[in-house]
């Protein structure tokens, strides 16, 4: 019955596997939604900050446009990041 065993064993590997590429394929997209956020708060934000008539202020609106992006961009990222960690870990967890 060796044939059966490894029959077993690889399809617990191709479900680790699939798990495994769910779970890259979930924090790509994470990311890359968490930029393209980013992104389209630069383009609101600037369009907002051109409303008004320019000033010493005016630079001020628009740094504070690219921290708000960044902070998105970054924050969705890493939180990306952490959920996938978790799920993993909660997967691995029940496994054992």
Not at 24 to 45: D, M, Y
Not at 74 to 93: C, F, K, Q, W, Y
């Amino acid at each position: 019955m060796p044939g059966a065993d490894s029959a077993d064993s690889s399809a617990g590997g191709a479900a680790s596997y699939d798990e495994g590429m769910r779970g890259t394929l979930f924090v790509i997209v994470g990311i890359l939604l968490s930029w393209v956020l980013g992104a389209v708060v630069v383009r609101l934000g600037l369009d907002w900050a051109d409303t008004f008539p320019y000033s010493e202020a005016s630079e001020w609106r628009y740094l504070g446009v690219a921290v708000a992006a960044l902070l998105i961009a970054v924050g969705g990222s890493v939180a990306t990041l952490l959920i996938a960690l978790r799920r993993r870990r909660r997967v691995a967890a029940t496994e054992s």
